[in-house]
């Protein structure tokens, strides 16, 4: 236990900087080695013992607490801490930043600023939250009350005019965003009609007449605060109703970032009446300077201002993922064969794909250019095989994923759990049958461009020293593992884009300004301006997915060896073409090369990483979207090694009808877990 305090350079004559910094070593004295809260209570205490048992040092000390006050402006911290200075998602983020890059200064008025250096480490809101009434009570009649005066009377200081003055700037934040154009109009007709925003002016100006007249603790400014409470709660309630909005007509980061801000203002009011009107106000004191503490440390991390925005946008994605991933999940052998079908159909395509890319090999692009053109004839493809409404395999997961996770929205439903892995076993058969459906067609479509290639014009897609260096590319031996899950990532970034565009599209009611305004109308006519916008609607998140995957499998190795970073992507479908091109150039004799063989075995192994990075990034999302706790992770994984040691074939084989759910039953305690269930 320390014997010393700072309170030996206590110097109520010196600078502004100096005398805070003198309080941040003071507070970083009673903070130790961070290990023990009961030692910095302890400190607290001796620090309290040395002022009161010196009455030299205590006036010293009134001299240096009253300059303290009367130079800093407390209102800051308890109003505005905590909070965006403009309302705005992205000015927050470039604040955060700005706070992680700039140092802070203590020679600083403003106490939201200081509060920040002084109360710095999370080990504060801890000894903050042990300090014990006595304590509290002892601190309180030190840094409130003047010498002698009893604690009611100190409440109509410095304190209570502090606490009012951000109560009035809390309210007027609170009534400015209910007024903001962009949340009233997006609120229910019935909260609009009960007007609490209107409201709330009025109900604070009773609450500050009644304690500027009769007290803070008197019956009248209780009465009046019980108003004011209520009058917020109803404020939140309608605030709560723009969610709605935002889950029917597309979510805004920045409208849930403005909601998110108001629900935190409104909470603050509460805290600041409990500190102004509690019968503990000590208490009430420390539990908020807790708060503010918390807030501070919390409001540091640029990771959870992203985190708590987009919550609702990330949900919002995985939804309307998971209404595209439906129809690419097979659940019996009638759409097992239809998804070999469409897979074949994708897979000739994409063939042609191959041959456009190496005709533009020939034209001796630069890096960027030949990106490009990469990127235009990757996603001129991808459009026509969704437009065709075939299949591309790789890009299945990142939609798959949110359709299934959307299973276990009521997961302690009976069964939800081995629905769940139902699902499971038909995605992998629905990944078997796109990537044998693609890779079976390439092939031959490849075989047959070069064939007619060699007849018509005596050489071969490729010239030998280009097939050889695509082989070579494919190989397993080099780094294809890394750009097999790079172009993972990529096929998730897709979905995502996808996801946002569509969100972005219905959010500014897009298909109704092209099926309705003036100016569309008026070159279409109104019955083709309508088909236009129904299309739209329908394909906007397709057009969106494939147009943005094509130009990053084409420009993202651009940018990469701009940067000198040799970061390639590999797609199985387009890698079999290649392979095939290249066979074909170097005619039999490169079935007795070793080279080509590991090419075919990269062409293999590229095509479960690209599935399977895609997928779990999309499947942490789509959790993370469903608020599945790690507990319902754990059965689930659980659940799945069951099914794979009971039925492996399952995962391969679709079921026949008449056997429908008999083999990949897993045991549970569920009482309608040993009930037969159809796969589809």
Known sequence: MPTSTPLDTLDPDASLALRHLWLIEALRWVRGEEADVQA???????????????????????????????????????????????????????????????????ETTDMAELFDLLLSARFDVRWLKALDSDTLKRLRALLIAPPDAPLDEATAGFWQTALMDALIYCVSQISATGFASE????????????????????????????????????????AAAEVLRQQLDACRHAAYTVYSHLEEHGVSVGIVFRLRQLRERIVRVKELLDCLQSEQPER????????????????????????????????????????????????????YREMLRKAAGGGAIVGVTVWVKFLMYGLGLTAFWGGFANGVNYATSFVVIMLLHLTLATKQPAVTAPAMVAKLRDIKAPGAVRRFVDEVANLFRSQIASIVGNIGLVIPVVVLFS??????????????????????????????????????????????????????????????????????TAVLGRARAARWADFMRRNISGLAANISLGFMLGLVPAFMTFF??????????????????????????????????????????????????????????????????????QLIRAAIKRRIRAAPLSFLIPPRAARRGEDDEPPAPAPSAGSPQAHG
Not at 56 to 72: D, G, K, S
Request: net charge positive.
């Open 284 to 335: 009430a004191t420390a539990a908020l300077l807790a708060d503010l503490a918390q807030v501070g440390l919390d409001n540091r991390s640029v990771r959870s201002l992203i985190a708590s925005s987009s919550q609702l946008t990330a949900a919002k994605v995985a939804e309307r993922s998971a209404e595209s991933g439906e129809h690419y999940i097979t659940r019996n052998a009638a759409e």
């Open 40 to 106: 910095s209570v302890s400190r607290v205490r001796l620090f309290l013992d040395t002022v009161q048992a010196d009455p030299a040092l205590q006036a010293r000390w009134r001299r240096w607490w009253n300059r303290f006050i009367t130079t800093v402006d407390l209102t800051p911290l308890l109003a505005d801490h905590g909070f965006a200075p403009r309302t705005a998602f992205l000015s927050e983020f470039g604040n955060r930043l700005r706070k992680k890059v700039l140092p802070g200064t203590p």
């Open 564 to 633: 000198g970073i040799g970061l390639d992507v590999r797609h199985v479908t387009l890698s079999a073409g290649q392979v095939a091109a290249a066979a074909m150039a170097l005619g039999w004799g490169v079935f007795r090369e070793s080279g080509f063989w590991w090419a075919v075995a990269g062409v293999l192994a590229i095509g479960p990483i690209n599935l399977g990075v895609s997928f779990y990034l999309a499947f942490r999302l789509a959790l993370q979207a469903q608020n599945i706790s790690e507990v319902n992770r």
């Open 183 to 222: 949340i009233r109009i997006r609120m229910s007709p019935e909260a609009q009609a009960q007007r609490p925003f209107h409201e709330l002016p009025a109900d604070f100006e009773a609450l500050r007449r009644a304690v500027n007249e009769h007290g803070a603790r008197s019956p009248e400014a209780m």
């Open 451 to 520: 064939l007619v290639m060699q007849l018509t014009t005596g050489g071969a897609m490729i010239d030998e020293h280009k097939a050889h260096q695509v082989l070579k590319d494919i190989s397993l031996l080099g780094p294809l593992v890394l750009f097999a899950a790079f172009t993972g990532v990529l096929l998730f970034a897709s979905s995502i884009i996808a996801g946002w565009v569509e969100n972005w599209y219905v959010f500014h009611n897009l298909d109704s300004a092209m099926q309705h305004n003036p100016r569309f």
